[in-house]
């Protein structure tokens, strides 16, 4: 059906004009159950820009891609035979030709950097909600200190904690594995507190947290593997993609007395051949995900993506070398402490919107200082690709110093930006597996799609600081 749209339509992506461009932004959806509707690209097509921006430049990093002098023998384009929208795929190669090994301006020393979000940038799905049903399946989250679940996160509410121990406090000793495979009440309410963020009783489970630095949900997953080895939290992620990968499309588990969750994963073709064809222009490939570290890494090796070059929710370990429930810190947010008992630093900021381009700077370009969690000014040392899908992924795709690629799950700061077409940088593809369909009621951008570190809605701003209009959803 997509491909049809395409053919189709083609025409009319060429002549759109750029006020078709249209935008919305919220939390991430991955967690809910996915429903088995399927949609195709639409008879709306949209331009999304032409040539790149003026301060695009081969980025500095590490020593990942093939490599190569400048101006060398023609290397790889996309596959034709996988479909993208639009012109899309003719834009990521001119762009690959632009800065990639063939270019005369190449340097080996200086290899330009292309970073992906992970879930439902490269994957259909999370590979986090996976792990977090597959160990709650196989009782491998551990009873906190005390069975104070207050250590697990500083910013879960009172509401929180009280209901989490009524739930769970009896199952385990402390530091023993909880039976939540066979503890439906304290799985119920780990899930609740995960999937919906508020406790089984309908109060709010995180509160006090900074809205562009952390998704307090998304640490805790990696919280949750405290007193593990990092290896050990690898091994149950590898088993959930396992399992994931081999089960039909489409399918849904039950958890506690949970139905409905979602059962399956999948690698989008065509990111893992744009992976492979960045690489093979010999660019330095990253992931950046808001899913843990330990999580990540054994997925990412199925598209050739070492774990060197993967970047998630990091933590605190012991001397012996166990996760802890503190999180690394970046730029002015020091390692994290919490004792429990109301006394805190540090634990505010991950991989999440402003928090990723913290860990690009600090990690990839080599900025261990207080302005990492600012736009760096000097283009040399920002990406020059970028690919995500959520509003989690806003911020290091403005950074993004060549073309921006917004996969349409409909989050409204993500789209916002993806249709405002900033310099005409940004591409739009819709979802390559069960694309949503048209959201009709398109994206107010102007007055409430975006949030600020408070999680109060207002308008959205482009890459400029300025206002962007309200914008239509034309790519699905």
């Known amino acids: 059906m997509l491909g049809q749209a395409l053919r189709v339509h083609f025409a009319t992506l060429l002549v759109a004009p750029l006020s078709l461009l249209l935008l919305h932004c919220g939390d991430d959806e991955a967690t809910a159950p996915v429903g088995l509707t399927t949609s195709s690209a639409t008879t709306s097509a949209v ?24 101006g060398g023998e023609a290397l790889p ?32 020393d200086r290899k330009p950097v292309a970073v992906f979000d992970w879930d439902n940038t ?15 399946l196989h009782d491998k989250i551990l009873q906190p200190p005390d069975a104070n679940w207050a250590r697990t996160s500083p910013y879960l509410t009172a509401a929180a904690v009280s209901a989490l121990g009524e739930a769970c406090g009896a199952a385990a000793d402390p530091g023993e594995p909880l039976p939540t495979s066979a503890a439906d009440a304290c799985a119920d309410e780990i899930l609740s ?30 919280q949750l593997g405290a007193g593990y080895s990092p290896d ?66 054994p ?27 503190d999180l690394q810190g970046c730029g002015p947010v020091p390692d994290g402490t ?26 990839i370009f080599g900025d261990s200082g207080p302005g990492a969690l600012e736009k760096n000014p000097d283009a040399l040392k920002r990406q020059v690709f970028g690919a995500g899908d959520s509003d989690t992924d806003l911020s290091f795709l403005q950074d993004a110093t060549g073309l921006r690629l917004a996969i349409n799950r409909n989050k409204k700061e993500l789209m916002c930006n993806a249709y405002r077409n900033h310099a005409g940088t940004w591409l739009v593809n819709p979802m390559f597996i069960q694309p949503r369909g048209h959201l009709a009621s398109g994206y107010p951008c102007s007055t409430t799609a975006c949030v600020d570190a408070d999680g109060v ?11 962007i209009p309200d914008q239509a959803d034309n790519v699905y």
Not at 194 to 214: C, K, M, P, Q
């Open 232 to 297: 050990e939290v690898s091994a149950f992620a590898a088993s959930a993609i396992e399992e994931s990968l081999a089960a039909a499309e489409g399918s849904v588990q039950t958890v506690g007395t949970r139905t409905g969750l979602t059962a399956w994963l999948r690698i989008y073709d065509p990111i893992r051949d744009l992976i492979d064809t960045l690489q093979k222009n010999g660019f330095d490939v990253w992931v950046v995900s808001a899913s843990p570290q330990s999580v990540v890494e």
């Open 122 to 136: 490269v994957i259909k799905n999370d590979v986090g909600d996976a792990t977090m049903f597959w160990m709650l």
């Open 457 to 467: 809605a207002g308008p959205c701003l482009d890459e400029a600081g300025a206002v």
């Open 47 to 70: 331009t999304t820009g032409t040539g790149g921006d003026a301060a695009s430049t081969a980025g500095s990093g590490g020593s990942g891609g093939s490599g190569g002098s400048g």
């Open 338 to 363: 919490n004792d429990g008992a109301g006394e805190s630093t540090g634990n505010s900021l991950i991989t999440y919107i402003e928090g990723k381009r913290c860990w690009i700077n600090k990690v």
């Open 299 to 325: 997925f990412a090796a199925m598209v050739n993506v070492a774990a060197d070059r993967v970047i998630g929710i990091r933590q605190v370990t012991t001397e012996s070398g166990a996760l802890t429930y």
């Open 77 to 108: 384009d996309l596959d034709p035979t996988l479909e993208w929208y639009g012109d899309n795929r003719q834009r990521l190669d001119a762009m690959i030709d632009e800065h990639g090994a063939s270019s005369p301006g190449y340097d080996t």
């Open 193 to 222: 507190v995960y999937v919906d963020g508020e406790t089984s009783g309908g109060d709010a489970a995180f509160a006090g947290y900074n809205h562009r630095t952390l998704e307090p949900g998304y640490a805790w997953l990696a």
